[in-house]
């Protein structure tokens, strides 16, 4: 599992993460998109995107060129924001795979998930109308939509019997530190912004990913 390439991974990741706090821009122009090719190339090599990976495969490569498109000019915003739209419908596909369990325990996850889907929305909504971007309500209340799907189905993994608990466990984690990660960067993009948020952002989602491919492949590719 830990690999050399896990660690250039985990490396990169942290040398990004110093970039996002000190302002750093330029540095990141290297290690924010080099950390998601390294996490693909661990991926590839943990896992060769068989059966159920190919999905999470996409997912990561689809995130990459978010990465990319979102430290371009803002005009890019929304093309990025379109590639992690992208990602999120590959993990919803992955996460369907085998079919998730109806189960009237996963309520208990699909009222609070759907909760604070709708207190985000709410605010980014009137983030929105007060700046005068109205045109984005509807793409970005879609982006918060297929998000949340995201994370309920990653949690959804405790309750089916076809997962065993400690991939559940990690790629419920995952799930919920990059739908925590997307929500920061919604509310400072939106309505206002946070102290260090580029941190903050960059933080949650490098570890969700990790925890996301860390998780499948041991599900499905035995890797310990």
């Not at 390439?5 to 040398?15: G, L």
């Not at 390294?38 to 997912?59: D, E, H, P, S, V």
């Not at 208990?108 to 709410?122: K, N, T």
């Not at 980014?124 to 309920?152: D, N, Q």
């Amino acid at each position: 599992m830990f690999s050399a390439i896990f660690w250039a991974t985990m490396a990169s990741a942290a040398a990004d993460w110093a970039g996002s706090w000190r302002g750093w821009h330029s540095v990141r122009y290297l290690t924010k998109p080099l950390t998601l090719v390294l996490l693909i190339a661990w991926f590839t090599q943990a896992g060769r995107w068989n059966g159920y990976l190919l999905w999470f495969g996409l997912g990561l490569v689809f995130s990459f060129v978010g990465d990319v498109l979102l430290l371009l000019p803002a005009r890019f915003f929304l093309a990025g924001v379109g590639a992690f739209f992208l990602a999120h419908v590959a993990y919803i596909v992955g996460f369907l795979q085998p079919a998730p369990l109806l189960d009237v325990r996963l309520l208990l996850f699909a009222l609070p998930v759907g909760a604070i889907f709708e207190l985000l929305s709410r605010r980014i909504r009137k983030g929105l109308r007060g700046s005068g971007e109205t045109e984005m309500i509807t793409p970005v209340t879609l982006y918060a939509l297929t998000l949340s799907l995201m994370f309920l189905l990653a949690l959804s993994t405790l309750l089916h019997p076809a997962w065993a608990r400690l991939p559940a466990v990690i790629v419920s984690l995952g799930g919920g530190l990059f739908f925590l990660s997307d929500s920061v960067l919604a509310n400072c993009r939106f309505v206002h912004d946070l102290p260090h948020s580029d941190f903050i952002v960059m933080v949650t989602y490098h570890l969700g990913q990790i925890l996301i491919a860390a998780g499948v492949l041991i599900q499905y590719a035995g890797m310990r």
